[in-house]
């Protein structure tokens, strides 16, 4: 649709510039337009704000909506008056439409004697084209067939050809006392969009409470006004609803009558069905002073409505938000409690009984004095080795390594860990924001497993390379004692048997020069090198535990941060809140 624009200034002669009308009109048109840019910008914030989780849904949904409205009100208008009838329960709106376009005998808008039977607004006009672009900010849908019935959320089309038509656009909307929220927020949708106002009441609900708002709203915003008693049998009625008009500050209200289908009254001269026709044809919009004081009225309830309903309650739970941010920052960093040393227990076992060290130790001695029985078994056949000259098969252990299902459950431990640590974020959560429900800052579980997983997958790795290999003391010595005279046959001796060892050591003046030396030397470093074989392990254990504890600290920590986004996602800042008091206060500055 075609708007009508402003004529621009004219600048033909400077002096004209100086004239009263033409200041005022300069300064009506500069009001205009910083009120539709200071629009422009609340509009957009407000979109974005909607896309935020915590904000009140409801609340932003009806101020978009009144910006719309106030918006469609700023902007030039076209050349089609739009005129809304309002009215409660039963009062007749469908029906006196219907009168007011000649159709009595085939209806335009369905009318029934059951309540709410209009559910949405139903917009009656000669072309569809001259219907301002997303009036009411819904749908236009055709009506299927008539008479047409008002659908939820959507903007029902008739055309017709009525002469009334020409200049105005009527709209026939739901009860605003019906039983139905969503009928009432249509029907007050529909007066916020409204350019002319017909109020429509019966003999038993002229006084009705519900009306009572709207004509209050339609002196503060300057909207030309008219009120119908429908269904009435005598006059005194309308007389009544006229003085209650006047005391509500309607100076001069014109009340049009229409009788009761089976009463005998009839509408005196100037107020029947037919002079409010006849007025309607001929009305105009609101005179350029009313409408502009209107608008400003219309801004500032806008804005008063924006920040009492969305951005104090954003406020308050922003703060809340920043208090839970607080304490998620304070949290002391959670430790995993995993210890990997059974998994390598049996490292340590199998490198010391494979340790030469070991084999010339007190303790391997030890444990074969125990072992008595199974050592004179062996004996002869140990002996007899010696004498070939061909060595036993170690004694070091050959037990396989121990596998997972030998293992704690270490990444489901550490997994239970990590949900341990999310409840107490969501503890804070619960507590500082009651309000604020979702669990998309949790992340999965699963990946503190993995970390176990992973860590405990390279341990493996270096146990195996390590699993058959002799530890660094046994190479070490053996290095040395290749070196001795007599070192190589004492080498065999070690690997066949202890105590053959023991026999050699005794008589080793006798047999091998150098003997006392190696023994000697080797209780000298078994020491210092069994020390070694320790830490290396030990190591490894240490490495694997710190490298779990210093990635579960790490994820605990990506899980507060994401925690603090989800937070700053749910609600606007506080310098965004500001942003927004500041341009609503731009708003309500123009006059």
């Not at 509408?267 to 004081?293: C, G, M, N, V, Y």
């Not at 390598?344 to 010391?352: D, E, N, P, S, V």
């Amino acid at each position: 649709m075609t708007r009508r624009r402003d004529p621009p200034l004219q600048t033909a002669s400077p002096l004209s510039l100086h004239t009263p009308c033409a200041f005022r009109y300069t300064r009506r048109y500069m009001n205009r337009q910083r009120l539709l840019s200071a629009l422009s910008t609340v509009r957009a914030e407000i979109a974005l704000i909607g896309t935020r989780s915590a904000s009140p849904r409801t609340a932003i949904d009806r101020a978009r909506a009144e910006l719309d409205a106030l918006a469609f009100h700023a902007e030039p208008g076209g050349d089609m008056i739009l005129v809304t009838l309002i009215g409660g329960t039963g009062t007749g709106k469908s029906t006196l439409t219907n009168r007011l376009l000649g159709a009595a005998g085939s209806e335009v808008t369905a009318s029934n004697f059951r309540r709410t039977f209009t559910a949405g607004p139903v917009a009656i006009t000669n072309r569809a084209d001259r219907i301002p672009q997303n009036w009411l900010g819904l749908t236009c849908v055709p009506a299927p067939s008539l008479p047409a019935r008002g659908q939820d959320a959507a903007l029902v089309v008739v055309e017709h050809g009525a002469p009334l038509l020409e200049r105005i656009l009527l709209l026939d909307t739901p009860d605003v006392d019906g039983d139905q929220p969503a009928h009432h927020a249509l029907a007050d949708r529909s007066f916020r969009w409204s350019q002319v106002l017909v109020f429509l009441v019966t003999p038993e609900k002229y006084q009705m409470t519900e009306l009572m708002p709207y004509y209050r709203l339609s002196q503060r915003y300057g909207l030309p006004t008219l009120f119908v008693m429908n269904k009435a049998e005598d006059r005194g009625v309308a007389e009544d609803f006229e003085k209650q008009l006047k005391s509500l500050g309607f100076e001069s209200p014109r009340v049009f009558i229409q009788p009761r289908d089976d009463s005998t009254f009839v509408a005196p001269e100037r107020q029947s069905i037919a002079d409010l026709r006849h007025t309607l044809e001929t009305i105009q919009r609101a005179p350029t002073h009313a409408w502009d004081k209107g608008l400003t009225a219309r801004a500032n309830d806008v804005a008063a409505r924006v920040n009492d309903q969305v951005i104090e309650p954003l406020r308050e739970l922003r703060k809340q938000a920043d208090a839970a941010i607080g304490a998620l920052r304070e949290m002391r960093a959670a430790e995993s409690g995993i210890d990997v040393d059974p998994m390598t227990r049996q490292l340590r076992k199998r490198m010391q009984q494979r340790s030469i060290l070991y084999l010339v130790g007190p303790e391997r001695m030890l444990e074969r004095l125990k072992q008595t029985p199974a050592l004179l078994a062996r004996l002869p056949r140990s002996t007899l080795d010696l004498f070939r000259g061909k060595p036993s098969a170690p004694v070091a252990d050959s037990e396989p390594m121990p596998s997972k299902a030998e293992l704690p459950n270490f990444p489901t431990m550490v997994a239970d860990q990590f949900a341990v640590a999310q409840e107490k974020i969501a503890d804070v959560l619960r507590t500082q924001c009651p309000g604020l429900v979702g669990d998309d800052w949790r992340i999965d579980r699963a990946q503190a497993g993995a970390i176990v997983d992973e860590e405990m997958e390279s341990l493996r790795k270096w146990l195996e390379e390590r699993w058959n290999k002799d530890p660094r003391d046994t190479a070490m010595i053996l290095k040395l004692v290749n070196k001795l005279p007599g070192g190589e046959r004492l080498t065999k001796l070690s690997e066949s048997a202890p105590y053959l060892l023991v026999i050699a050591c005794g008589l080793h003046h006798l047999a091998w020069g150098g003997m006392d030396l190696v023994v000697i030397g080797g209780f000298s470093l078994a020491a210092w090198i069994g020390g070694k074989l320790n830490d290396e392990v030990a190591a490894r254990t240490r490495l694997a535990n710190a490298n779990i504890d210093r990635r579960f600290a790490e994820l605990v920590r990506q899980q507060g941060t994401r925690a603090i986004s989800w937070l700053n996602d749910q609600i606007p800042t506080a310098n965004a809140l500001d942003a927004m008091a500041l341009h609503l206060d731009d708003l309500t500055s123009l006059s």
